[in-house]
């Protein structure tokens, strides 16, 4: 079966712009996390979802980032009035369960450029 | 702080050798790890976990070893191939948390022919 897609996979915004990324998880998929992947660097932790309860958004690093997952399936991060140190591949990861150890797919992410 | 990081920044070897991939974690508290495989343009992909009751796991060519005592996390790859060649990262968690991992810098992977 299909596995997480992310849309657009690449994304250029000038500085001061707002962004909308999205993220389809695997189909009756309960967790989907998102997490900012600097260059060179591992995954940060932004988000977390369970359905479509935001249980945990302690790694948003701004009140510029928002993220919903209304009907507890697609995903939205957005971005608003962006910087450059924004600029980061975006990853979704969803998983089965809501337990650690249920293991977590990831999505290819979202490259977002800020000039 | 909580903090997975790595010893090696970056690894090269022969195709057929055996490679070891180094991890030090800092948080005592983490009782769940994971490896992780991320080729160029992709999201990481799931290799091998092991909890904190064990200290070797082992898969399909891969086995991971955990010391608890020296909070050292490694993956050992078997007959490496090219397709080996990516970006390794270590994570942790804490069983029973709601999953979001805590990752390290990662190790860049280099197979010669």
């Known amino acids: 079966g299909a596995g997480v897609s992310q849309s657009p996979r690449y994304k250029v915004a000038k500085r001061g712009q707002d962004v909308a990324l999205r993220c389809d998880p695997i189909?009756?998929?309960?967790?989907l996390f998102w997490y900012q992947q600097a260059l060179g660097q591992g995954p940060e932790f932004l988000t977390y979802?369970?359905?479509?309860?935001?249980?945990?958004k302690s790694g948003l690093p701004s009140d510029r980032f928002f993220a919903e997952r209304p009907e507890g399936s697609v995903s939205t991060l957005k971005i608003q009035r962006t910087q450059q140190e924004d600029s980061a591949v975006y990853l979704c990861?969803?998983?089965?369960?809501?337990?650690?150890?249920?293991?977590?797919?990831f999505g290819p992410g979202t490259r977002l450029t800020v000039t | 702080g909580e903090s997975v990081g790595l010893h090696l920044p970056t690894l090269s070897v022969q195709e057929g050798d055996n490679s070891i991939i180094n991890c030090a974690y800092s948080?005592?508290?983490?009782?769940?790890f994971i490896w992780y495989k991320q080729e160029s343009g992709k999201g990481p992909q799931f290799i091998i976990d092991?909890?904190?009751?064990?200290d070797k796991r082992q898969g399909q060519r891969v086995t991971v070893l955990l010391n608890k005592t020296v909070k050292h996390l490694s993956l050992q790859i078997a007959a490496t191939q090219p397709g080996d060649s990516a970006v390794y990262f270590c994570?942790?968690?804490?069983?029973?948390?709601?999953?979001?991992?805590?990752f390290g810098k990662g190790t860049k992977l280099s197979v010669k022919p």
């Open positions: 990861a969803s998983s089965p369960g809501w337990r650690t150890g249920d293991e977590q797919y």
């Open positions: 189909s009756g998929h309960v967790s």
């Open positions: 979802f369970q359905n479509e309860a935001q249980l945990d």
């Open positions: 948080n005592s508290a983490s009782d769940y």
């Open positions: 092991i909890r904190s009751n064990m």
């Open positions: 994570a942790e968690n804490r069983w029973g948390s709601q999953g979001n991992l805590i």
